[in-house]
């Protein structure tokens, strides 16, 4: 896998959590989402940290906040899109 830009780690993650709309592990995220085991432990606790998800039972969820953090990156990218694309 490539070196990602700093921060695009957790932005996959909330990514995919609401795309499978059900807890995961840390080992579920990392193979589904195709980030290292480590890369996905360090951010979901940043993750943790800011509210955008929570943990239950050994697994982990994506919160209403961890939606609209998603949905706000989103629209910077559609936003840099229409910068580069007019």
Known sequence: MSKELKGIPM????????????????????????IPYNTVRDNIYK????????????KYIITEKGEQILNEFIKQIESLKELVNP
């Not at 959590?17 to 193979?31: C, D, F, H, N, V």
């Not at 993750?47 to 050994?58: K, R």
């Open 47 to 58: 993750l943790m940290a800011l509210g955008a998800v929570t943990y239950a039972d050994g």
């Open 11 to 34: 932005y996959k993650i909330l990514a995919y959590l609401r795309k499978k709309r059900e807890a995961k592990t840390i080992i579920e995220i990392s193979e589904g989402a195709n």
